[in-house]
């Protein structure tokens, strides 16, 4: 007796149909699964067997052979385990075949025949909506199934439960999306006392998408100011929320209270994390915290101290908007576009240039400390901000600057201004080629002879040259301006910190 049930495999953060299908046949007892399944689906016979006989259904005693098709796509993780239990359930027709046609069902099995929830249900949901199948997941996960519009969800808890839906014998929970967001508390930009140059460093790198890099002794506020960009952020739009919200769905991350991402994320990965947890991948890949960070912000708070490697490998990400991982059996790609936001003590004492505290280090151990980030990263940071350490006075004197929503209103008039210049709500001012900098960056004649003193003068690379114009750009939008005057050039000169030579 031949069946069949539907499911689906994510690779990445995509979805593909799989059609199981389970064949009990006369013979020598014996269960195979075949159509390139990996360990954890391979696992599942014994799962099925228990989970079967203890949901009080006969397990068959003939030959069993389970087949997962399309053979060629790698069948990945312990979400198999209901298709399969409900294929051989139709095999022994437990199970009406024309129902599970129109099913996708998706979902782990305890010993016990209890369902567990799976990762990349999100993804999930989105496939079962585009070929119009009615989705059976765990209790669970339905939240997080259920943000995905014109979709029929059937949450189950257990095997028999499934099997007591399906058949017509029960009908299925209604779902509900949790409509009251759980307030996340960002922390605001008014705590921060002093210290403009920085926070109009923070709003320009807000406005046109621009890495940024603080560099400054210790305690001058650098980290607090870093974990202040996320709240001026825009909010993020509903297209941006599922991208994100996927990423976590597949990593396993997503709250069944708050299925949908609500504000950009901001990851702050430690300095000792491996690469594949910064850039993704492990033995069954996982999203990593560049992925993580997708329309969001990454602190790489301590910069020299991560490791040399796991630095080179966000080169990939930075200019690609997305990492590709490959292992011997798949390569998959996660969406990785993210905006990077670093910090820095000036030396390895941390008081290089500080009028206050004399530096403990030789020129050369300056020069090492530095040349631990230099290069590639160094180049994709279009902000070198110095943060010196904060004036007692400005301490004292407990005035609070601006809110964080106040600032976000200016950055989000600046984004208007890029839409309608790219035609399009992702592109910034940071992303601009060569070409889109010519074409969107001119200058007078005044202008060109101020950046061709100021490159003499502070030797800066043609590298540079093409930040200041991106940076200038931005500037400008955040001032209503559609040319770049020359103060908005002069202001934009100023945050290129590590391009000066050390003296
Ligand atoms: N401008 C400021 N306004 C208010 N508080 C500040 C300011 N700068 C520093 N502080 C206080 O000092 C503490 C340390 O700041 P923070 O951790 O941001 O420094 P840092 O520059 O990251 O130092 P490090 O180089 O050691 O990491 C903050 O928690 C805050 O209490
Ligand atoms: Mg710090």
């Not at 069949?4 to 690779?11: D, E, G, K, P």
């Not at 006989?53 to 397990?59: A, H, I, L, T």
């Not at 249900?121 to 119009?132: G, M, P, R, Y």
């Not at 490998?313 to 059996?329: D, K, N, W, Y």
């Amino acid at each position: 007796m031949l069946a069949r049930a539907l499911t689906a495999t994510v690779i990445g953060v995509e979805a593909f149909v799989v059609e199981v299908e389970a064949d009990i046949s006369f013979g020598l007892p014996g269960f195979s699964l075949v159509g390139l399944p990996d360990g954890a689906v391979k696992e599942s016979k014994e799962r099925l067997r228990a989970a079967i006989k203890n949901g009080g259904y006969d397990f068959p005693t003939h030959r069993i052979t389970v087949n997962l098709a399309p053979a060629d796509i790698k069948k990945e993780g312990t979400g198999f385990d209901l298709p399969m239990a409900a294929a051989l359930l139709a095999a022994t027709r437990v199970l009406p075949q024309e129902v599970l046609d129109r099913h996708l069902l998706v979902g782990e099995l305890s010993l016990d025949g209890r369902v567990k929830p799976a990762r990349g249900v999100l993804s999930v949901a989105l496939t079962a909506q585009k070929h119009h199948f009615r989705l059976v997941v765990p209790h669970e996960n339905a939240p997080e199934a259920a943000l995905v519009h014109d979709l029929e969800i059937i949450p189950v808890t257990s095997l028999a439960d499934m099997v007591e839906i399906l058949s017509g014998r029960r009908q299925p929970q209604q779902v509900m999306v949790p409509s009251c967001p759980i307030l996340q508390e960002i922390p605001d930009l008014a705590e921060v006392y002093g210290q403009e140059h920085a926070k109009r460093a923070l709003e320009i790198a807000a406005a046109g998408g621009h890495n940024l890099l603080f560099i400054g002794p210790p305690g001058s506020g650098k980290t607090m100011l870093a974990r202040r960009l996320q709240g001026i952020l825009p909010p993020l739009s509903y297209e941006e929320a599922l991208e994100t919200s996927k990423i976590y769905s597949v990593a396993g991350l997503l709250s069944p209270r708050q299925p949908l991402l609500q504000s950009r994320p901001f990851r702050a990965p430690h300095h000792s994390i491996s690469d594949a947890g910064l850039i993704g991948g492990g033995s069954h890949p996982r999203p990593g915290e560049v992925s993580l960070a997708h329309n969001g912000v990454l602190f790489l708070d301590e910069l020299p101290e991560f490791r040399r490697n796991a630095l080179e490998s966000l080169r990939q990400p930075l200019e690609e908007g997305e990492v590709t991982i490959s292992r011997s059996a798949l390569t998959v790609t996660y969406p990785a576009r993210f905006q990077l936001v670093v910090s820095m003590n000036p030396c390895k004492c941390g008081y290089f240039g500080d009028p206050h505290h004399p530096c403990q280090c030789t020129s050369q151990e300056v020069r090492r400390y530095r040349n631990k980030i230099s290069g590639p990263l160094l180049d994709r940071i279009d902000l070198h901000v110095e943060v010196p350490a904060v004036k007692y006075k400005d301490l004292g004197a407990g005035r609070s600057g601006e809110p964080s929503r106040e600032v976000r209103k200016r950055v989000e008039k600046a984004r208007l201004r890029q839409k309608e210049r790219f035609g399009n709500a992702q592109r910034l001012n940071s992303h601009m080629n060569n070409l889109e900098i010519r074409k969107f960056c001119a200058l007078s004649p005044e202008g060109q002879s101020i950046l061709e003193k100021a490159c003499q003068r502070l030797r800066l690379s043609a590298r540079a040259y093409h930040r200041i114009l991106k940076v200038a750009r931005t500037i400008a939008d955040l001032d209503a301006s559609a040319e770049i005057r020359p103060p908005h050039l002069l202001e934009a000169i100023q945050y290129r910190a590590l391009d000066r030579p050390l003296v």
